[in-house]
C-alpha cells in the first residue's frame, strides 16, 4: 500500500485515520495518508471530525509528562539543578549552547504548531462536520479552548512569533512576526468562548470543561495584569463545581487515585500502554520514542549502585536527569509540612541482602538536606547522603549528581516491568490547589493580602502533618509575592508551572540568580524567551523579516 508523507514547518492540515468511537486516550495517525483520503472527505462526517478533536488532545502528551516538557517548564528555575543524566542542560543552566540548535525546543516548537493547525482545521471544518449544533458548539469551544493552551505555550515560550488562525494545507515557506499582545488577545477571546459552551463536567476523563477554561483563563488575565477578573474566576471555580482538595497532600500521588476531586483538568494516559503515544511504524508513526508519562524516570537517583539495592519496579528505573536544589529543600520545614516527605524520597530499603550488615527490608540508603555527624554516620549499616556529600555551603552540587533527595511524585510501582519506560500516571494540568494559590496571587495583587490569606490557609492547613494545623496557618502580614512563589514551590513542585510562574511575576532573573547558583551566573534578560529553532530560521524565505530572538544566534 502506497503511503505519503507530509513534510510541515509550521503545521499543514492533517489527515487522522477514522477511528470509530476512539477516545482522547486512542492512537491516530498523524501526516499520514495512507489511502488517498482528503481531509473534505473525513472531517465532513462525525466519526472523522471526532479523530480530529481527539488528536488536538493528543499534542498535550508532548509536553506534559515529557522530559523536553519537564526541561522548558521546571528546569532554569530557582528549583532544580543538574542531575548526571541530564540531556538538556542548555535549558537548565542557560549555558553558551542554548541556541537554535536545542533538540528539544525543536521538537516542542514542531509539536505546538502541529497542535496549533488541528485546531485551526476543526474550526475551519466546524460548520460541515454533520455534527449537531449541540454537539458543534461543544467541540468548537474545546478547540477553541485547545488553541489558547498551546498558543500559550508558544507566546510565553518564544514571545512574539508566528500566529495565524487559519488551517494550513501546503508547506508554508514565510513566517510572520505577531507582537504578543495580539496572541493574547486571541486567546482571552477563544477562552471566553470557552467558558460560554463549554459543559461544567464531562464523562469522558481528559476532556476540558467549563471550570477549566475559567481556572486557565484567570490564569491568563493574571498574567496580563486584569487581577480582578482573575481573581472572580478562581473564587468560582473553587466554589461553584465540587472541587475539593483531597484530604492529605500524599493522596494526589497515588496510583489508585488519580482521577480524584481537586483535579480540574488532566492529560489522561491509558492503563493499556499500547494505547499511548509511543512510536509504532504502522498506528502512530509520528509517536514518541518512550511515550506514556516518563516523570517516573527522570527525577530518581541512581539507587541500584549502592549496598542492598537491585534495580527493581517500585523503586523505579533512575534516569537522574534532574536533582533539587537546596533552596528547594530548604523551602520546607518537615517537622510541620507533610509534603516533604509527600514530595520527596528519602529511604531506599533493601530489596536484597548483604551478609553481615543488611538483610531485606532494612534501611539502605538515607538522602538528608540535613548535616549528619561522622560519628553518627559510623554507628549506621546503611549508606547515608548527606548535606555535605552532596551540596557545597554555596548550594552548587559537590561533585556527585547521581545521588541525592528525589521527587517521587510521579513513582509508578504499577509499571509491568523493571525496564517500562511508560506510566499511566496521568499529568495533572490544572487542580484546585492551584486555582487557591492563584486567587491569593490575585489578591495579594489588588491589595488585599487579608482576603489571600484564607485561600494559602487551605492548601497549608490540608498540607500539615495531623496535629500541626495551626503551626501552618499564616497572617496577612506574611503575605508577599515572594511567600506565595515559596507556597507554589512546595505545592507544585515538579508539576510543570515554575518557569512560566516565575516569567508571569517578573522574577525569573531575580529567583535564579538567588537561588540557583549554578544557572544564576549565566541567565541573562533575553532568556525571558527561548530561541527560534534553526531548522524554522533555514526553512523560511523571507529571513529578514522573520529573524532570532535577540540574544540567539
Not at 510541620?336 to 540508603?365: H, I, P, S
Not at 540557583?516 to 527561548?530: F, T
Request: proline letters at 4%; hydrophobic letters at 35%.
Amino acid at each position: 500500500m502506497k503511503r505519503t508523507t507530509t513534510k510541515l514547518l509550521l503545521g499543514t492540515g492533517t489527515l487522522l485515520a477514522l477511528l470509530g468511537t476512539a477516545t482522547s486516550c486512542d492512537k491516530q495517525l498523524e501526516e499520514n495518508n495512507p489511502s488517498g483520503l482528503t481531509a473534505e472527505g473525513v472531517y465532513t462526517t462525525p466519526a472523522g471530525f471526532e479523530s480530529l478533536v481527539n488528536a488536538a488532545y493528543s499534542y498535550n502528551r508532548w509536553w506534559y509528562g515529557k522530559e523536553d516538557g519537564f526541561s522548558a517548564s521546571e528546569l532554569g528555575t530557582d528549583l532544580w539543578l543538574r542531575g548526571a543524566g541530564d540531556v538538556n542542560p542548555e535549558l537548565t543552566e542557560y549555558t553558551t549552547s542554548l541556541q537554535s540548535s536545542s533538540r528539544a525546543l525543536e521538537v516542542l516548537w514542531g509539536k505546538l504548531y502541529a497542535a496549533i493547525n488541528i485546531c485551526n482545521t476543526g474550526l475551519e471544518y466546524l460548520d460541515k462536520s454533520g455534527l449537531t449544533d449541540a454537539q458543534k458548539k461543544v467541540r468548537g469551544a474545546e478547540l477553541r479552548m485547545l488553541r489558547a493552551f498551546y498558543y500559550w505555550h508558544i507566546v510565553e515560550t518564544w514571545g512574539g512569533v508566528h500566529f495565524t488562525t487559519e488551517a494550513t494545507k501546503t508547506v508554508q515557506t514565510t513566517a510572520n512576526r505577531t507582537p504578543v499582545d495580539t496572541f493574547y488577545q486571541q486567546i482571552i477571546a477563544d477562552l471566553d468562548y470557552a467558558v460560554a459552551n463549554l459543559p461544567n463536567t464531562t464523562t469522558d476523563y481528559g476532556r476540558v470543561t467549563k471550570p477549566a477554561a475559567e481556572a486557565f483563563l484567570a490564569k491568563i488575565h493574571l498574567t496580563r495584569g486584569n487581577y480582578q477578573q482573575a481573581a472572580t474566576l478562581c473564587q468560582r471555580v473553587i466554589t461553584s463545581y465540587g472541587f475539593q482538595l483531597q484530604p492529605r497532600f500524599a493522596d494526589l500521588w497515588s496510583m489508585s487515585n488519580l482521577e480524584n476531586r481537586e483535579i480540574i483538568w488532566a492529560v489522561n494516559y491509558s492503563k493499556d500502554l499500547s494505547l499511548n503515544d509511543r512510536v509504532d511504524a504502522t498506528l502512530y508513526p509520528d509517536g514518541h520514542p518512550r511515550g506514556g508519562n516518563n516523570g517516573h524516570l527522570l527525577w530518581m537517583m541512581k539507587y541500584d549502585d549502592q549496598p542492598g539495592m537491585t534495580r527493581d519496579i517500585a523503586n523505579g528505573r533512575p534516569f537522574n536527569r534532574y536533582m533539587p536544589s537546596l533552596f528547594l529543600l530548604n523551602l520546607f520545614d518537615e517537622s510541620k509540612d507533610a509534603r516533604y516527605l509527600a514530595t520527596f524520597k528519602t529511604v531506599w530499603f533493601a530489596n536484597t541482602a548483604v551478609a553481615g550488615r543488611l538483610a531485606v527490608g532494612d534501611t539502605a540508603v538515607f538522602a538528608t538536606k540535613r548535616e549528619i555527624p561522622n560519628a553518627v554516620e559510623a554507628t549506621k549499616n546503611y549508606r547515608t547522603w548527606d548535606l555535605s556529600k552532596v551540596y557545597r555551603a554555596n548550594g552548587t552540587v559537590s561533585g556527585d549528581r547521581l545521588h541525592y533527595v528525589c521527587l517521587r511524585k510521579f513513582d509508578d510501582p504499577t509499571r509491568p516491568t523493571v525496564a517500562e519506560e511508560q506510566s499511566a500516571r496521568d499529568a495533572y494540568l490544572i487542580r484546585l490547589a492551584d486555582v487557591y494559590l492563584l486567587n491569593a496571587e490575585a489578591q495579594l495583587r489588588l491589595g488585599n493580602p487579608g482576603a489571600a490569606v484564607p485561600l494559602l490557609n487551605a492548601v497549608r492547613r490540608r498540607a500539615a502533618i495531623p496535629g500541626k494545623e495551626a503551626q501552618m496557618e499564616i497572617t496577612a502580614s506574611d503575605v508577599t509575592l515572594d511567600f506565595i512563589l515559596d507556597e507554589r514551590a512546595r505545592e507544585l513542585a515538579g508539576e510543570q508551572h515554575r518557569w512560566f510562574d516565575l516569567k508571569r511575576v517578573g522574577k525569573l532573573l531575580d529567583r535564579v540568580r538567588a537561588y540557583n547558583p549554578e544557572a544564576g551566573p549565566n541567565i541573562q534578560s533575553y532568556h525571558l524567551v527561548r530561541p527560534i529553532p534553526q531548522r524554522q530560521l533555514d526553512a523560511i524565505l523571507n529571513k529578514d523579516e522573520f529573524t532570532q530572538n535577540q540574544g540567539y544566534r
